[in-house]
T-cell receptor, first 114, second 111 residues
């Protein structure tokens, strides 16, 4: 049983470029959560998605950030026109149903903006 | 929103020592979990413990929901226990599974 797969593990982008982070949930899981961990801080919730629907995006910055979880394929977190402050670890978690009890976290994508 | 505070922020132990990490939360919760983030950044789910006591090997956890705190006990610590320990809660008013994380306790176990 594969866990949550995130890729790439490390991503370097220059200021102004776009970053696309991918998350493949555990097989059979239809709920995906994205969290961001800034250096020396805890994880902060960004967005909760089900297949083809954004359920809660209360933690997403208002500009430049978007997320999707299409019917087929991985969930994508997209950051346009990256800035140095976007440098962080981005974690994805999936669960079978609503509620965090069955959470499985991926290994994260470490984004560095230079 | 719900606040989660962990203490101590940093802890240095000699191998073999025991420790207690604390998590206080400001409101009723549906869910409380403890995670270990190892030095490579991976997040490992240690316990799902909205109330009561659980044990897994050298680790155990207790949550007293009515008093809004949880404790993680590490006995006979080993160098592989080093890393950051996070407490995370889902507020009782939430129905989405969104977790609120504390700032973590950074543990260093010296040989």
């Amino acid at each position: 049983n594969a866990g949550v797969m995130q890729n790439p593990r490390h991503l370097v982008r220059r200021r102004g470029q776009e970053a696309r982070l991918r998350c493949s949930p555990v097989k059979g899981h239809s709920h995906v959560y994205w969290y961001r961990q800034l250096p020396e801080e805890g994880l902060k919730f960004m967005v909760y998605l089900q297949k083809e629907n954004i359920i809660d995006e209360s933690g997403m910055p208002k500009e430049r950030f978007s997320a999707e979880f299409p019917k087929e394929g991985p969930s994508i977190l997209r950051i346009q026109q990256v800035v140095r402050g976007d440098s962080a670890a981005y974690f994805c978690a999936s669960s079978q149903g609503q509620g965090a009890r069955g959470y499985t976290f991926g290994s994260g994508t470490r984004l560095t903006v230079v | 929103g719900i606040q989660v505070e962990q203490s101590p922020p940093d802890l240095i132990l000699q191998e073999g020592a025991n420790s207690t990490l604390r998590c206080n939360f400001s409101d009723s919760v549906n869910n409380l979990q403890w995670f270990h983030q190892n030095p490579w950044g991976q997040l490992i789910n240690l316990f799902y413990i909205p109330s009561g006591t659980k044990q897994n090997g050298r680790l155990s956890a207790t949550t007293v929901a009515t008093e809004r705190y949880s404790l993680l006990y590490i006995s006979s610590s080993q160098t592989t226990d080093s890393g950051v320990y996070f407490c995370a809660v889902e507020g009782a008013a939430s129905n989405t599974g969104k977790l609120i994380f504390g700032q973590g306790t950074t543990l260093q176990v010296k040989p």
